[in-house]
């Protein structure tokens, strides 16, 4: 179905798009928002240039997608307190978001969406990829979908393998970390093939950072399917690249996608403004 409202650029055949025609600020009417939404089910990555918006545009903005969640490891911005910044001064070389994941997939409840919307950006480099999970999910063969249709993972905001989250936080100085010392105590129990409620598609949830083992079985047990997964999900084809500049917005749905912050600017700052939305129950 065309749309009408707004204009709908693929980014990639995989997923993503470019939403041109529009300024979200001032959009009043819902058949526009409604066409941004389904717009969001077809490409599960939407990315808006030249928006100028401030943080209480950006709440505005996410309100139209779910509720506000709060982020348990960082500190909002004064007077928001969802909306937090995600920083990398030009001394640092450990970046936030970095390494495949869906956003905070350790709650009982993950934010269906994110928002991200950049102030200050590189010359060049700072890009995020996304990777499609549902296409993913669909590639796999019969026998694997079997094998992993009543599994469950444990998802743990630990970051084990890669040192832990308080040793990870002590690197990006620039930002207000909070609670990174109780982080192994933020844990939940999802299915590893999730269903989505707006399209009935199944999608990949897994990644090495956050899924710590699949329940009934041991992390050692665990890690040779969890790694094979999580490499299948975020293979090249099922894969979109945006490139930040300043006003641009990005909205992914994080119940059908993955995502990597790459860290290639050393010498270079870059801030962003991020807000998640929509707490959901994975089925």
Aim: charged share 25%.
């Amino acid at each position: 179905m065309a749309y009408e409202t707004i204009e709908v650029k693929p980014l990639a055949g995989a997923l993503g798009a470019e939403v041109g025609g529009v300024k979200l600020t001032k959009v009043q009417d819902n058949r526009t928002w409604d066409e941004i939404n389904r717009a969001f089910l077809d490409h599960k990555v939407l990315v808006f240039r030249d928006q100028g918006l401030s943080p209480d545009d950006i709440m505005a903005v996410g309100g139209r997608f779910g509720e506000p969640t709060y982020y348990p490891f960082v500190t909002g911005m004064e007077g928001y307190p969802y909306i937090f910044e995600v920083i990398k001064e030009p001394s640092e070389t450990r970046n936030f978001g970095g390494g495949w994941h869906s956003d905070t997939t350790y709650l009982q409840k993950p934010p269906l969406a994110t928002l991200l919307y950049a102030v200050e950006t590189p010359n060049a480099g700072g890009d995020t990829v996304f990777a499609n999970t549902t296409a993913a999910y669909d590639a796999l063969s019969d026998g694997m979908k079997t094998l992993i249709a009543p599994l469950k993972g444990i998802y743990s905001a630990g970051l084990k393998r890669s040192g832990g989250r308080a040793n990870i936080h002590r690197q990006v100085g620039a930002m207000k970390i909070q609670n990174a010392e109780q982080a192994d105590t933020y844990e939940a129990i999802h299915p590893i093939a999730r269903t989505h409620p707006g399209t009935g598609r199944k999608a990949l949830y897994v990644s090495k950072g956050h899924t710590i083992r699949i329940e009934g079985m041991t992390e050692d047990e665990s890690r040779p399917l969890i790694d094979y997964l999580a490499d299948h999900s975020t293979r090249l084809e099922f894969t979109c690249r945006v490139r930040w500049e300043p006003g641009t917005l990005t909205v992914w749905d994080n119940r059908c996608t993955q995502h990597n912050a790459i860290n290639d600017y050393h010498g270079q700052r870059r801030r962003m403004r991020r807000l998640t939305v929509g707490a959901q129950v994975p089925a």
